[in-house]
């Protein structure tokens, strides 16, 4: 009864918000530009064209707006495709004008326009605008927009308005993207959940397969332009993450000419280096870069307090581990690209990326253990942890578009492989007992290949409906080569035999795809999307010399409806509704033993199953006196979820692997706001649910459910100080995170920076600091089972004080634009957070 009733408090709770908002809304008037009457009227006009410029070519991304003749203001709008076309649904009776702008063209009205409510449908036809040959001599101009948008089916985080961020990486980025919470180690959740799939201007990568949180430290926050965050895709996406989509789109040069811009950051952590150029001329474009991140001084502390317990509850032994924690890593990033349009309809596109990592760790740690047999124990022992990989991206994709706007046609590959060393050494310094094997070490190399080709067909049947079909196949080969050696010191290290100790693990998964969505114009301000993709996987896993693991073969069928009204032009509310499933990745399936903790052993289960996940979201969004606001409700039910299961090895070890016997359950609301006044631009917002999990096990002894809520909430604010100098600030908190046998207490980062603009915008230099306040952030994880208790307790010390800066150089004007590039998008595999890897520990 208890949750019947904590659902219905929250249902309730988002109903009540929204009516109030309509209520605040209708006491204070119609929004600017919109009269009481048109207020109280959905229309029922549809104005639609196609811009192009004097060359007849696509304009994407112009603006078209739709002004009040009688106020002059503007009361609706949207922005062209990537073919330059656009349709406004649904506008009211009045007389209106029609105005399209762009950056380096001149602004074009058209009109007037008059709308009855008879259903009026106007096609403009095509409007040419003008570039007005501006030079822009050694500077881009960027049109200034909102922080955060709100768009049919994802919301969109303008990540280059943001300046706290410069000098940092991904994980600074993805702290201020609503809806997303990203702990201390670079883990990302999207309302709870990290069965996410993160993707890199539309593609996937070997690199974030393997860890998203790894991928993240690598990806300069500087070059981020926008962050997408999709929490119900179409059935055009992969059936992968049940969480949702996030999209890291990178900033590019659309305009015509060359330019080089550089982006460097120093602090007490860590330092950056980043170059980029750019040239684009005619049909063809090019562009190269590449990106350096070294982190130093990076030091922590580690507690661990466990108990374990026999069957009837009384004490076996106790352990006491503390380490004094020093990491450094060394990031980075190189990319080429090149695309050319060989006519109007055929278009090419080429890209190479290449990353490289290397991460070190070294802990210096004290233990003290109590046990029935041994008594007292005590040693000290030196942990070293060398973390190194290298990615390639290889992607050649082929765009053919046709005379009838919107058909299109798309051929998509994509190469992605991701070799990765990860080693470590474990030597016992002191002991006050005489023990075998005082050196441990274990090496672990993992190579991760996928090939991935993909076909799609977008075809308008009319002005009202569209249609998309496509197939997709996606094959993977993973091996893990791994060798666990022992000996009384690093000279005398021997190889231990056994399945899951030294050998070599080889996994290959093939995925076949098939997808077909419509979008309908059902008129009357209603929209729906909907569709269906089935994926058939096989798998083959096998040891060296032993036989093939039974692991069957098996189909999806995954099913998404998006539907929306639209109540008035500012004010929408949406439905959705979508199956997913969630693969295990090979950090789940990774059977090679993970003992760099001798007390906590963890080993992958290759026979794991994918998780199934149904999710339900309604919400609305408004428009009030220049300020936007969005609530949304959901839940989300998963069964078969994946489960971390633990156990005891002898007195004082802890073994735990995975199992597919957890049923997870959310119910939640998420409100986000984002508005300017004055000189003083806000965003924040606030992410609650409520967490229901449950293994499902019937033996009391192995049982383990727990449920609570989960808050977390964010702040941006930006003052304009001067024309140059700028301040910024940002904060973020989360509360305790509910977890199958315990608990994580929260935290909280915040960040202040101060900007000064260079002449012309061509660059600018700051300082910054972060969590300034205090020397460290503490975090305690707790574990409780009937046969083990488990307190962690991790502090980093994250205070830092930077300095950045950036410059740009270059002529560039405006021409031609650039087409919209369809990428391959493997929305796929569960990442287990952290630090780990797919093949390694």
Known sequence: MKKINIKLLITLSAIFTMLALDNV?????????????QQEKVGYGKISGTILDENQEPVPYAAISIVDQKSNRIVDGTVADDKGSFVIRDIVEGTYTLSVTFIGFQTLEKGPFEITGKGESYDVGTLNITSVSTQLDEVVVEGERELIEDKVDRIVYNADQDKTTMGGDATDVLRRVPLLTVDLDGNVSLRGSSNIKVLIDGRPSTITASSIADALKQIPADQIKTVEVITSPSAR????????????????????????????????????????????????????????????????????????????????????????????????RYNFGADYAFNKYNWVGASVNLGIRNFSSNQDGRLTQTN????????????????????????????????????????????????????????????????????IRNN??????????????????????????????????VTSDFLYLVGDDENSLTPVEGVNLSNNFDYVQNVLAGYLSGTFDLGKGYTLMAGGRYEYTTIAANFSDEADLEIPDYGTFVPSINF?????????????????????????????????????????????????TDNFEVSYSTFKKGTSINISAFWRNTTGSIQQVRETIGQDTIFSTFQNIGQEDALGVSIFANGKIGKLQLSGGIDSYYAMLDNNLEDPLFNASNEGFVVSGRLFGSYELTEQWALQFFGFIRGRQVQLQGYQTG????????????????????IGAENFLNNGMKMTSEVTTPFVDQFNTNIMRNMNFKVNFSYRIGKLTTGQTRRRQRKVENNDLKDGGGNQDMMNN
Do not use: H
Not at 244 to 271: E, F, P
Not at 300 to 323: L, R
Not at 454 to 468: G, R, S
């Open 25 to 37: 809304q209708a006491q204070n008037g119609p929004p600017p530009g919109v009269t009481q009457r």
């Open 237 to 332: 996406y992969d059936a992968e993450g049940t969480g949702g989509i996030i999209n890291i789109i990178t900033k590019k040069n659309d305009l015509q000419g060359g330019s080089l811009s550089v982006n460097s950051s120093a602090g007490l952590r860590g330092s950056s280096l980043g170059l980029n150029a750019s040239y684009r001329t005619g049909r063809l474009g090019l562009s190269l870069g590449g990106y350096g991140r070294a982190g130093y001084n990076v030091v922590g502390e580690f507690e661990n307090e466990q108990t374990t317990k026999d069957e009837f509850g009384s004490i076996v032994s106790t352990t006491s581990q503390f380490a004094d924690t020093r990491n450094n890593y060394l990031f980075g």
């Open 372 to 439: 029935n047999s041994m008594g007292l124990r005590s040693s000290t022992e030196d942990v070293g942890i060398d973390n190194l990989g290298n990615q390639v991206d290889v992607s050649l994709n082929y765009l053919r578009t046709f005379e009838e706007k919107g058909k299109e046609i798309s051929l998509l590959t994509l190469y992605s492989q991701n070799k990765q060393t990860n080693d470590f050494d474990i030597a016992t310094l002191q002991s006050s007992e005489p023990i075998d094997n005082a050196f």
């Open 444 to 477: 672990n190399d993992s190579y991760n290949k996928e090939f991935t080709i993909q076909l799609d067909y977008v075809e308008p049947i009319n002005d009202k409906i569209i249609v998309e079909m496509g197939a997709k196949n996606i094959m993977r080969d």
């Open 564 to 612: 929306s009204k639209k109540l008035t032009p500012l004010k929408t509310v949406k439905f959705a509704y979508n199956r997913r499933i969630q693969r295990p990745s090979l950090r789940f399936l990774n059977p090679n033993i993970d003992a760099s903790n001798p007390l906590n052993i963890s080993q992958g289960n290759p026979t794991l199953d994918p998780e199934f």
């Open 747 to 766: 935290y909280y980062v915040y960040s202040l920076s101060l900007n000064r603009m260079f002449k012309e915008k061509r660059g600018s230099v700051g």
